[in-house]
């Protein structure tokens, strides 16, 4: 069945980077974009941003563009999220999911399904 | 502050109905499909439904979605205990270039 397996929990200085990853299988990896989403804690849902599936174009939060990065790389399935000079209100849990983002004749269709288990992001000095 | 409005709770009694609004505006509900997202305490979000009724294997048709203009919805009949969660809207917005979510709603089946 589809799975994206994400990295366990960091726990990271102010100032410093993460690094959160989602290995996906059960789907040809290259046919689907990846969207990650945070979560603060007691919070709702935040968009942090997504990656292409066929070409690795961006977009990214504009609360979040210049920190944050991503990647995909094909050859072992898995999606990368870099978050540069963490703040303290960067802690969340961290999730990855799979999506189809296509703009068709009804408008923009954006789904994802399934999500990762999450990841924790915990920064703290 | 979230893009798109939701009421913070809803609740029913077993057996009722209960209906969640979400709001937005021409850039993303009225022009873009809305879906909908259910998160158990402790667990990650699923796609739930989508406002074309669109539904993942597994979800029951106790669910149904909808859109009027720039509002969309999410009805839940014949509530159950296990419906107990935070339910999310979510759309893709023209102008931000970005997926937006709504700010939740935790259903509480009384």
């Known amino acids: 069945q589809v799975q994206l397996l994400q990295s366990p929990a960091e726990v990271q200085m102010p100032g410093t980077s993460v690094i959160v990853s989602c290995a996906a299988s059960?789907?040809?990896?290259?046919?689907?974009?990846i969207t990650w989403v945070r979560q603060a804690p007691g919070q709702g849902l935040e968009w942090v941003g997504w990656?292409?599936?066929?070409?690795?174009?961006?977009k990214y939060s504009r609360r979040l563009q210049g920190r944050v990065t991503m990647t995909k790389d094909p050859s072992t399935n898995t999606a990368h999220l870099e978050l540069r000079r963490l703040r303290p209100d960067d802690t969340a849990v961290y999730y990855c999911?799979?999506?189809?983002?296509?703009?068709?004749?009804?408008?923009?269709?954006?789904?994802?399904?399934?999500w990762g288990q999450g990841t924790l992001v915990l920064v703290s000095s | 502050q979230s893009v798109l409005s939701q009421p913070p709770s809803a609740s029913g009694t077993t057996g009722q109905s209960v209906t969640i609004s979400c709001s937005g505006s021409s850039s993303n509900i009225g022009r873009n499909t809305v879906y909908w997202y259910r998160q158990f305490s402790g667990t990650a979000p699923k796609l739930l439904i989508d406002?074309?009724?669109q539904r993942p294997l597994g979800v029951p048709d106790r669910f149904s979605g909808s859109k009027s203009g720039t509002s969309a919805s999410l009805a839940i009949s014949d509530l159950l205990s296990e419906d107990e969660a935070d339910y999310y809207c979510?759309?893709?917005?023209?102008?931000?270039?970005?997926?937006?979510f709504g700010s939740g709603t935790k259903v509480t089946v009384l």
């Open positions: 999911a799979r999506t189809e983002l296509v703009r068709g004749r009804r408008g923009v269709d954006n789904w994802s399904d399934p």
């Open positions: 406002t074309y009724n």
């Open positions: 979510a759309a893709w917005d023209d102008s931000l270039d970005a997926t937006v």
């Open positions: 990656i292409s599936a066929s070409n690795g174009n961006t």
């Open positions: 059960g789907y040809k990896f290259t046919n689907y974009g």
